[in-house]
């Protein structure tokens, strides 16, 4: 079979990317007009990780503001007028095409970032992930109180954590 590689996301892969979200994060429910807006929005950071004929993983990222959080399962509405990251809104992949793909999806966005004149990517860590993100280059970052309150939904050892995309 075919490497996976990413391609772009359309409109016709959101059944696939929600049911993916379903079984990945059952605790973190998003619904598919949320996920929709962001392919509308900001449909160059947005793609699905295709396997053979089945895609078994999406990335979602859109730029937003250092330090500030969307919360889950809500619409951005708009995208900030000075935006100073590319957020990586979540990357999910089924486990048996994990390997290497968070690292071309990371690379994919960072090139995307350059191109637009955005020097910092952005992520919340949850699960634990917080190892694998340092080694793609990200730190974690101390979140203020307001911060902090937002990344609760995310979980326990939600982590805010920043790529700075000059020093890489
Ligand atoms: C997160 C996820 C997309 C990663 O996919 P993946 O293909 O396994 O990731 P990669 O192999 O590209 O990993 C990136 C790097 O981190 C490393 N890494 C992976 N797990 C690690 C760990 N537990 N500790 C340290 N490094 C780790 C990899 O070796 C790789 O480094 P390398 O390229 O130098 O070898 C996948 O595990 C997933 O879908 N998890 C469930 C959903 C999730 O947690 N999403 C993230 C939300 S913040």
């Known amino acids: 079979m075919s490497k996976p590689h990413w391609r772009p996301a359309h409109t016709s892969d959101l059944p696939a990317i929600s049911a993916i979200a379903a079984q990945i994060h059952p605790d ?5 007009e949320v996920f929709a807006e962001k392919m509308r929005l900001y449909p ?13 993983g999406y990335g ?7 330090h500030q959080i969307p919360p889950l399962d809500r619409f ?7 935006a100073d990251c590319l957020y ?7 486990p048996d095409r ?11 966005v960072a090139e995307l970032a350059r191109a637009s004149g955005i020097a910092t990517l952005a992520l919340v860590s949850v699960y634990a992930t917080r190892p694998l993100w340092e080694r793609l ?5 101390a979140a203020d109180a307001s911060l902090q309150a937002k990344l609760a939904c995310y979980g326990e050892g939600a982590t805010y954590m920043l790529r700075d995309l000059a020093a890489t």
Request: glycine share 10%.
């Open 28 to 32: 973190l429910p998003e619904r598919p």
């Open 44 to 56: 160059d950071g947005c793609r699905v990780l295709v396997a053979g004929d089945e895609i078994a």
């Open 98 to 108: 994990r390997g290497g793909v968070a690292r071309a999806y990371v690379t994919g």
């Open 137 to 141: 280059g990200f730190r974690a970052v």
């Open 60 to 66: 979602l990222a859109h730029p937003w503001k250092q």
């Open 88 to 94: 990586v809104h979540d990357i999910a992949v089924l």
């Open 76 to 82: 951005l509405e708009r995208l900030p007028e000075y």
